[in-house]
């Protein structure tokens, strides 16, 4: 069970628009920041947003990170096929002085 | 720019201790969150923990009786000690370099992990 929470899948049409939620608590989202990463099919993670709203910049700007309260949301935009992969949201726990992890988000572009 | 690669046994035997090394090339591991993570067949990411530029570590507690992670900064390396391992310890194993700090202003901490690894797959088996 992880302690940030994720739709298990979401799916989309491309050159539609996708929102991937992740849930926490007031231990880790809502007073600490969040990351995004994309895993393609057998690949490393790679960062897609930091510090809730930041890109890298090599990560295109249809690709953006929200943050209210205890949640968190990505949005893609434009979906491509090659948009197609796991997501999963991270933040630091105060709690449990700890890196934490979503369960991740399958999405599939149609 | 930097790269990371993780080395090591693909196969550990049940209640053996499984290593790993992240040798990290294109930058000093003087600085950072040096981080390990793993990821189960089929399943979601999983934190272990880090190890920071003053050699401070900071672990899953749910794995903190049975890891060690250091660094060897004379050949810009970090490690992972997982001891006493089952099979529930079969994973794919990814080093990472990670970010983290505090923002004292909105009393908020982040931390991220921004290069990795391509990974290691680990079995546990006899």
């Known amino acids: 069970q992880s302690v940030l929470t994720q739709p298990p899948s979401v799916s989309a049409a491309p050159g539609q628009k996708v929102t991937i939620s992740c849930s926490g608590s007031s231990s880790n989202i809502e007073n600490n920041y969040v990351s995004w990463y994309q895993q393609l099919p057998g690949t490393a993670p790679k960062l897609l947003i930091y510090?809730?709203?930041n890109r890298p910049s090599e990560v295109p700007d249809r690709i953006s990170g929200s943050k209210s309260g205890t949640s968190a949301t990505l949005d893609i935009t434009g979906l491509q096929t090659g948009d197609e992969a796991d997501y999963y949201c991270?933040?630091?726990?105060?709690?449990?002085?700890?890196?934490?992890f979503g369960g991740g988000t399958k999405l599939t572009v149609l | 720019q930097v790269q990371l690669q993780e080395s090591g046994p693909g196969l550990v035997k049940p209640s053996e201790t499984l290593s790993l090394t992240c040798s990290v090339s294109g930058g000093s591991i003087s600085t950072y969150y040096w981080t390990w993570i793993r990821q189960p067949p089929g399943k979601g990411l999983e934190w272990i923990g880090y190890?920071?530029?003053?050699?401070?570590?900071n672990y899953n507690p749910s794995l903190k009786s049975r890891v060690t992670i250091s660094s060897d900064t004379s050949k810009n390396q970090f490690s992972l000690k997982l001891r006493s391992v089952t099979a529930a310890d079969t994973a794919v194993y990814y080093c990472?370099?990670?970010?983290?700090?505090?923002?004292?202003?909105?009393?908020?901490?982040?931390?991220?992990?921004?290069?990795w690894g391509e990974g290691t797959t680990v079995t546990v088996s006899s």
């Open positions: 990472a370099r990670g970010y983290s700090g505090n923002d004292v202003i909105r009393h908020s901490s982040y931390y991220f992990m921004d290069v």
């Open positions: 991270g933040t630091w726990d105060t709690s449990l002085s700890a890196g934490v």
């Open positions: 510090d809730n709203h």
């Open positions: 190890i920071d530029d003053n050699g401070s570590t």
